[in-house]
């Protein structure tokens, strides 16, 4: 039976995440009703690298799926596309080996987190970036986010009900990109992530960037492994899953580590 990996780009807005729930659309819902017209099966299972959560989005989350029919790759792209409602499609498409599974073989992954940091408010842009109308000081910001960096216990930094065992995770890179008055971008990479960390440094840097902590606040706030001390959580639309990174196999995992994806940003 051949397995398909499928790479998928999304806009979340009308979503309540990746994970079918019964309280509205969800994208894998979506993904296995349009598989399921393309494929003439009854039922078709999409695993998926991450999780994300309602409103936000992704431009490389990647999804597995077993069937029996074989068909030319092109079927998932343009065919499956032409089914798929506008604000989700297939990028790329290829047969990958029957054990790979897309959460347990990623060796990391990176988010980007968009704020629009005009004046005024923008029609354009209020799904898709976190509107803030004060400058923020991006050069304080880019030097405080240097403190992340690194394998740290990042519990200051998990949502109130990650199911995680631990919050130790690494992080490869923190970028802070754009200008004051303008449009600012959070890149962060790492190799796994806990539920809401990347929205919770997003918030904390921008405390930062509004002046009201110094930069050394967000290293204290990293020791102290307290979330109440951490800045609030930004907004989902903000968010986009922008690439899961892969190698030739499952990765080497020390025993006691955490798993890639073990919890998931969103």
Not at 9 to 36: F, H, K
Not at 83 to 94: M, N, R, S, W
Request: proline share 7%.
């Amino acid at each position: 039976m051949p397995r398909l990996k499928l790479t998928l780009e999304y806009e979340g807005t009308r979503y309540v995440g990746w994970q079918v729930q019964p309280n509205g659309p969800s994208i894998q819902s979506t993904l296995q009703d349009a598989l399921q017209k393309l494929l003439g099966e009854p039922r078709v299972f999409v695993a998926s690298a991450g999780r994300t959560d309602a409103g936000v989005h992704a431009t490389g989350q990647v999804a597995c799926f077993d069937t029996a029919r074989v068909l030319p790759m092109k079927a998932y792209t343009m065919g499956l596309n032409s089914i798929l409602p506008p604000d989700i499609a297939v990028v790329a498409a290829e047969e990958v080996p029957a054990e790979f599974d897309p959460r347990r073989w990623s060796r990391g992954k990176r988010y980007r987190y968009r704020v629009s940091n005009r004046r005024t408010r923008s029609p354009l842009l209020r799904t898709t970036h976190w509107e803030l109308f004060a400058p923020l000081d991006v050069e304080a910001m880019r030097r405080a986010s240097q403190a992340l960096i690194g394998r740290h216990d990042f519990s200051a930094f998990r949502a109130a009900d990650c199911q995680a065992k631990h919050a130790v995770r690494e992080i490869r890179q923190v970028r802070v990109e754009g200008a004051p008055g303008d449009t600012v971008a959070f890149v962060v990479e790492g190799t796994a992530f806990l539920k809401h960390m990347v929205r919770n440094l997003v918030g904390t840097l921008v405390e930062v960037g509004k002046g009201r902590r110094p930069e050394a606040w967000v290293a204290q706030v990293l020791a102290s492994r307290d979330r109440k001390q951490a800045g609030a959580t930004a907004p989902p639309q903000g968010l986009v899953m922008e690439e899961v990174f892969y190698g030739d196999g499952p990765p080497p995992r020390p025993a006691g580590d955490a798993a890639v994806g073990e919890e998931d940003e969103g």
